[in-house]
């Protein structure tokens, strides 16, 4: 099984701050089956990117995701008020599996 | 537009069954494999199990296998989860998902139900 592991656990920023959220596999992904994931509470995950890099429909173009192999990276440029949450990353390339989550937290 | 509604959760004692279903309206259903995915308090999301769009390919996560059982009716556009033999650490919102292909491993997931809660306990 890959495993995830995300970093930090948890992020404290201010609104209009970058982010950079990182995840990294335990094995090399394939093909760059990553996705990411926005979550906020008492909501179900909403995809934010696919394929490392692609973003999924209606996704704000603050929103990038990088990376290949083992180590991957969701950035968001210029954070907003209503993107304070947890980001979840999952591999989709060998099964399914998900990171424990990093909390995006105001400042 | 796409919506995912499952139900079926509730209160089920340690070793007895429990089936889920899920409801699936604003998208060509048999267009899709779907899975399910469930968060423990506490816990990361988990992958359950996944069904392609014909049913020709399931899969299960480890901690499932022989125990529960996936299954869809295209017809219907419906999505199940016959729960066998549970256990106090399956207890977990459970969602249903769509995948973004037809098919599983390929793709990963885009849309996701708002869930339904399972509590094993005695």
């Known amino acids: 099984e890959i495993v995830l592991t995300q970093s930090p656990d948890t992020l404290s920023l201010s609104p209009g701050e970058r982010a950079t959220l990182s995840c990294r596999a335990s094995r090399s992904i394939s093909s760059s089956y990553l996705a990411w994931y926005q979550q906020k509470p008492g909501q179900a995950p909403r995809l934010l990117i696919y394929?490392?890099?692609s973003r999924t429909t209606g996704i704000p173009d603050r929103f990038s995701g990088s990376g290949s192999g083992t180590d991957f990276t969701l950035t968001i440029s210029k954070l907003e008020p209503e993107d304070f949450a947890v980001y979840y990353c999952q591999q989709y390339g060998s099964s399914y599996t998900f990171g424990q989550g990093t909390k995006l937290e105001i400042k | 537009e796409v919506q995912l509604v499952a139900s079926g959760g509730g209160l089920v004692q340690p070793a007895r069954s429990l089936t889920l279903s899920c409801a699936a309206s604003g998208f060509t259903f048999d267009d899709f494999a779907m899975h399910w995915v469930r968060q423990a308090p506490g816990r990361r999301l988990q992958w359950v199990s996944g069904i392609s769009w014909n049913s020709g390919v399931i899969g299960y996560a480890d901690s499932v296998k022989g125990r529960f059982t996936i299954s869809r009716d295209n017809a219907k556009n419906s999505l199940y989860l016959q729960m066998n033999s549970v256990r106090a650490e399956d207890t977990a919102l459970y969602y249903c998902?769509?995948?973004?292909?037809?098919?599983?491993?390929?793709?990963?997931?885009?849309?996701w139900g708002q869930g339904t809660t399972v509590t094993v306990s005695s």
């Open positions: 998902v769509r995948d973004r292909g037809a098919v599983l491993y390929f793709y990963g997931m885009d849309v």
């Open positions: 394929g490392a890099s």
